[in-house]
Structure formats: C-alpha cells, structure tokens
C-alpha cells in the first residue's frame, strides 16, 4: 500500500468521541468500515514480510495473532480477521471475558482458532503479523490483568522474532493524549488510527512505540478548534 506523508490536525479523545456520536446514532457502521481499511493494511503488511523471504525458501502459510479485548479496538480486529483467512492462519487471544460477541462469532465462523495464551506465548516466534486489539481511547491507564500478563509475555518474544504489529487505533496501555505508557506496551510497526490521529501518537512518549501511523478517515466532523495542534504521518486512507 503506497503511503505519503501528511500534516494532519491532532486531537484528544473526548474530540473524537463527540465526531463519532451523530454517525453511530445515525446508524452509520463506523467499526466495518475501520475493520476493512484496517484488514487492507495488515493485507500490505502481510505482502511486504512475503517479499522480505529470499528466492527459493519454502514458505509457509503466514499466521496472524489476533489480540482482543473488551471494547471496540477488539471488534475492530476480529473483523479484520475475517478478511484474513484467505491468507493466512488467523488466531485470536481474547485478553477479557468481555469481548464483540458478534465480530467474534464472524471471526470463528470463517475458521479463525481462539487460543490461550499458553498456545500464543508458544506460537509466539512463529507469527507473521500481530494485531493489537487490546484497548484504545476508552482505556487511558496501564494495562492490567489479562491484557498486562499477555503484553508482557509476547514482547521479549515478538522482538526476537521480529513479528511485525499493528497496533489498532493506538498501541494498548499508552495514553491517547499524552503518549504516556509504563514499559508494558507493545510497539508497533504501524499504527491505523481512526477518525483523527490521536495527539498521544504523535512526539513525546507515544511515537517510539507507534512506529508508521496510518488515518482511516471516517468522514468524522472534526471542528478545527478542536485541534491541539498538528503532526506527520505515514499516511491517509479512507474507511
């Protein structure tokens, strides 16, 4: 997927939230659109590692790990799932008892395999591309519980493998509007944001571990005075 580089406007989240407000209440289906643009990116990326394998080595179906919790980033990465088992060995690690009911059931009705999280720390060197499904704007605190444990274990493992991730929306545990994390955070490749970058992926702590950002434009009325002020990125797509 070709990328050019943009300035964009930055926003905080209650920004966003109140864009996204009108169109969910107008039945817009915001989270299949995201998951599309979203599925169409892990596609390129998916492309890319391909082409990185030398001429003549065997190569194996590409998996992908799935990580999904409790809110809408989850929905959005199980849906994007469902657009990836034509090409790849899709698991899912459900990090919370609570998950999208309806993007899971998509995702297992197409053949995507749940996991625990003993089966993903094993799988771990093996996987092509991670998603991360973890939390997004809803979430402004350091992971915990599930989530924390499953971070914590697939980091040292991922690096050595150098899996590529996409974090969805932002990477999980970092602050939307700040960029502040603790060192429980998974870094990303490329991050494909939303409706509106997020001022918390752009300098300070945020952006070493927000790798390439990506916007999937939604359509959201942003009012310019709602900027906090504005940054590069990778680049723009539509949703």
């Not at 209440?25 to 989270?31: K, N, R, S």
């Not at 088992?85 to 990090?95: G, I, Q, S, Y």
């Not at 752009?202 to 005075?225: K, N």
Request: glycine share 12%.
């Amino acid at each position: 997927m070709a990328e050019a580089r943009s300035i964009v406007p930055l926003f905080h989240a209650d920004a966003i939230r109140r864009a996204e407000k009108p169109l969910l209440e107008a039945g817009e289906p915001l989270m299949r659109r995201a998951a599309a643009a979203l599925a169409a990116i892990a596609h390129a990326e998916l492309e890319s590692a391909g082409e990185q394998i030398p001429s003549g080595t065997h190569v194996r179906r590409p998996r992908v790990l799935i990580l999904a919790g409790p809110g809408d980033n989850g929905g959005d990465a199980l849906y994007a799932a469902v657009e990836l088992t034509d090409e790849a060995d899709v698991d899912v690690l459900l990090v919370s008892d609570r998950f999208h009911e309806a993007a899971f059931a998509a995702a297992i009705g197409v053949g995507v395999r749940r996991v625990e999280m003993s089966a993903a720390r094993d799988s771990a060197s093996q996987y092509t591309l991670i998603l991360d499904g973890i939390v997004g704007i809803g979430a402004s605190a350091a992971l915990r519980g599930t989530a924390r444990e499953a971070v914590r274990v697939l980091r040292p493992l991922v690096e050595s493998a150098e899996t590529s991730v996409i974090a969805v929306d932002l990477p999980s545990g970092v602050d939307p509007d700040t960029g502040a994390h603790d060192d429980v955070v998974l870094p990303a490749s490329v991050t494909v944001t939303f409706g509106g970058v997020k001022a918390g992926l752009i300098g300070g702590d945020g952006a070493p571990v927000a790798g390439r950002v990506i916007l999937v434009d939604l359509g959201l009325d942003l009012p310019p005075d709602d900027a906090v002020g504005s940054g590069e990125i990778s680049g723009i797509v539509t949703g």
